[in-house]
């Protein structure tokens, strides 16, 4: 069935470092990438996604990959802040009538001052 | 003016009764979803609606039953609570011309089954 595995489960990184976290996912029509954040006792915020028709996206300090070759795609965070703290979850979803995204599993991120 | 929201935010009851969460969102999208947030924080899918109809209805025990008296408004209601149904519960929303892409997820609704 759909899966997205999302790696590393936590991550941990000095103030100013970058950040990388990977998903890979099993279908193969997934057309669009989404990413999330989740701050502690909040709501998943969308920080930026892509589709399949682009390999490279960045805003500003944060950058997303896609190689549909070998289905996975991944999220930079370039020189993280303190406020980069959160979860974050990469998603996939497939075109057709749905519009249902399948979610990673997470990636907690740490960043210390 | 917030644009997806929900009620209530927290929700504790007792094993056996039946609850109902409320979503509303006021960004003129037509298709609304159901997401389940355990206390893993993995993010699952139960249902969806587009124009009041449903278009996806994951494998979700019966006692889940959603409604959507318009397209602005996905009700949640739950039968016979059990303690595995203590999670978070997010509404989330997008257009049907993007759909899947653009969610806006609702601030959540934390169940506390005890």
């Known amino acids: 069935g759909e899966n997205v595995e999302q790696h590393p489960s936590t991550l941990s990184v000095q103030e100013g470092d970058s950040a990388v976290i990977k998903c890979t996912y099993s279908?193969?029509?997934?057309?669009?990438f989404p990413w999330y954040k989740q701050e502690l006792g909040k709501r998943p915020q969308l920080i930026i996604d892509?589709?399949?028709?682009?390999g490279e996206k960045k805003d500003q300090r944060i950058a997303v990959t896609l190689n549909k070759t070998a289905k996975h795609f991944s999220l930079h965070i370039t020189e993280t802040q303190p406020e980069d703290s959160a979860v974050y979850f990469c998603a996939a979803g497939a075109p057709g009538n749905t519009g249902k995204l399948i979610f990673g599993q997470g990636t907690t991120l740490q960043v210390k001052p | 003016d917030t644009a997806v929201s929900q009620t209530p935010k927290y929700l504790v009851t007792q094993m056996g009764n039946d609850k109902s969460i409320k979503c509303e969102q006021n960004?003129?999208?037509?298709?609304m979803y159901w997401y389940k947030q355990d206390s893993k924080k993995f993010l699952k899918i139960m249902f969806s609606y587009n124009n009041k109809e449903l278009i996806i209805n994951e494998t979700v025990p019966n006692r889940f039953s959603p409604k959507s008296p318009d397209k602005a408004h996905l009700n949640l209601h739950i039968n016979s609570l059990e303690l595995g149904d203590s999670a978070v519960y997010f509404c989330?929303?997008?257009?049907?011309?993007?759909?899947?892409?653009?969610?806006?997820f609702g601030s959540g609704t934390r169940l506390t089954v005890v």
């Open positions: 960004l003129g999208h037509d298709t």
């Open positions: 892509i589709r399949s028709n682009v």
């Open positions: 989330a929303s997008s257009h049907e011309e993007v759909r899947g892409s653009g969610y806006t």
């Open positions: 279908d193969s029509a997934s057309n669009y």
